[in-house]
């Protein structure tokens, strides 16, 4: 929160101006470019509300001859298990969070769990509801990954 947002609310507070101008002076101020600090928490979960499952379902071709043969797979994963295996991960000793580190530095990938945080899930889970992958396979298969 900037000083001008502040300094509008302690008006506010000690009820030298009305809510309907508290309002007003801190729309104008945000309109204006002022500070701000981005959306509120609230705000960016909102956006994320609409992607409630990340889904990845294995069909038939039904246009490949060998179709029949294929096995059907449909798996929804809930975001807020998702979201809760993230915050999971903060309650990971050291020495295990450092051995998953490390192994996933083995296989090629710089990522390190203490630097994971919520917002970054939010704008993860919205970059996903955007993405839709459709694969055909040879053996007459249709591999498809998408956020519902």
């Known amino acids: 929160m900037s000083d001008s947002e502040k300094k509008i609310l302690e008006l506010l507070e000690d009820k030298r101006i009305t809510v309907e101008e508290a ?26 509300v ?8 294995v ?16 798996i929804r994963v809930p975001m807020a298990l998702l979201r809760s295996g993230m915050k999971f991960t903060s309650l ?14 083995d296989k090629g990938i710089d990522f390190d769990m203490r630097n994971l945080k919520e917002e970054d899930f939010d704008e993860l ?11 055909r396979g040879s053996d007459g298969e249709v591999v498809k990954v998408f956020v519902e």
């Open 59 to 74: 069909q038939p071709d039904p246009e490949h001859e060998r179709a029949s043969d294929v096995d059907r797979v449909n």
């Open 92 to 105: 990971l000793p050291d020495q295990a969070r450092d051995k998953v580190s490390g192994a996933l530095r």
């Open 23 to 48: 309002h007003r002076l801190l729309g104008a101020l945000r309109s204006e470019g002022g500070p701000r600090e981005g959306p509120p928490k609230a705000e960016a979960r909102a956006r994320t």
């Open 125 to 135: 889970v919205e970059a996903l509801s955007e993405l839709e992958v459709d694969v």
């Open 50 to 57: 609409k992607a409630k499952y990340l889904r990845v379902t």
